[in-house]
């Protein structure tokens, strides 16, 4: 099975890539564009933020470069460090997409973790999907709060492999592979990943996307980490379908020992 | 009259309109989203938004994020 015929499929839509990236922290707009294609992602995170007022008027937008119809844009809530800004800014953000009303949900603790907050998280995500709006949500590892996050009808659940731009990978796998086990959506690891095998490892495990910014923008070549990390998706994926050998403790010849000259 | 415009102060003129603030500031072709008082004021309904003394603004657009 190849990943053409193996979709990710999010709130009903299906998509070939299972690697979604971030668009901040790049040098210009020019390479973020350049990123995200080497990357092949078709899901592009956004933040939303005050348009600067009487200040380069002629700045280009965003997304002129990275257009609705070309990419799913998933507008996020970074920054919101509380339930009632994570709505505002996701109500402005269906505004400014013209309907559309996709988001990635992340309420943030504090400025030195930005580890989520996931009281304010859980009572962000039952004020949208009411309201509804179709919620991707960033929560940490904790296996209770990803089912909690789920039955209040979150699209997809994306707990943390380490903290927002940390680069630390995934730390706590055994925690992701219990999130895993019981969830009926899509479960993505968001934030942590750093290289590529780190993607890799995410992909193997059967987590069915994973979403970055750091590891690409902040890597000395950005377009060439995107290529990797889209490779690293695709490898991890395949390998997982797959299904690996099982580990022993002892070697197993690849060769036959019958008719060899020895003896 | 004065309004306030992403957390600053605005001098504009008396009945001024979403659509006259946003040509006021030169946004026009731009794609943002307007919050007023903290109610969404959706696109087809800036021309008909008249705006009062101490109104408060929230004009936002998309940037790079993660």
Redesign the interface.
């Known amino acids: 099975m190849s990943h053409q015929n193996d979709p990710l499929i999010i709130a009903g839509q299906s998509y070939n890539s299972r690697l979604l990236i971030?668009?901040?922290?790049?040098k210009n707009l020019e390479e973020?564009r350049i990123a995200i294609e080497a990357s092949g992602a078709e899901i592009v995170?956004?933040?939303?933020?005050?348009?600067n007022?009487?200040q380069n008027?002629d700045e280009p937008?965003?997304?002129?470069i990275i257009t609705p119809d070309k990419y799913t844009?998933l507008?996020?809530t970074?920054g919101c460090f509380n339930a009632e800004d994570a709505v505002?800014t996701c109500?402005?953000?269906?505004?400014?997409m013209n309907g559309h009303d996709l988001v990635k949900l992340e309420v943030l603790g504090d400025q030195k973790t930005l580890y989520p907050n996931v009281v304010d998280t859980i009572k962000a995500a039952d004020k949208l999907v009411q309201d509804g709006f179709k919620v991707m949500v960033y929560t940490s590892d904790d296996p209770i709060v990803a089912q909690e996050l789920e039955s209040l009808g979150c699209v997809a659940i994306m707990p943390l492999g380490s903290m927002?731009g940390s680069g630390l990978g995934i730390l706590n796998p055994h925690n992701i592979n219990v999130i895993m086990e019981d969830a009926k959506v899509p479960v993505l690891v968001d934030?942590g990943v750093g290289t590529a095998s780190e993607a890799a490892v995410a992909m193997e495990m059967g987590c069915d996307a994973v979403?970055?910014?750091?590891a690409i923008a902040g890597a000395r070549n950005p377009v060439l980490m995107a290529s990797a990390m889209r490779k690293a998706i695709e490898a991890g994926r395949e390998a997982f379908l797959a299904g690996r050998m099982p580990r022993k403790r002892y070697a197993s010849a690849s060769s036959p020992m019958d008719g060899t000259i020895i003896g | 009259m004065q309004i306030q415009?992403?957390?600053?102060m605005?001098q504009v003129q008396d009945d001024i309109t979403l659509t006259g603030l946003i040509s006021q500031?030169?946004?026009g072709d731009?794609?943002?989203?307007?919050?007023l008082n903290?109610e969404?004021i959706?696109?087809s309904e800036h021309a008909e938004a008249v705006l009062k003394e101490a109104d408060r603004v929230?004009?936002?657009?998309?940037?790079?994020?993660?």
């Open positions: 971030g668009t901040g922290k790049y973020t995170t956004v933040a939303v933020r005050r348009t007022i009487g008027p937008n965003l997304l002129d844009i507008p996020n970074a505002r109500k402005l953000a269906r505004e400014l927002i934030a979403l970055m910014n750091s | 415009v992403n957390g600053e605005l500031l030169e946004l731009k794609r943002i989203a307007i919050e903290l969404i959706p696109r929230e004009i936002v657009h998309a940037i790079g994020g993660g």
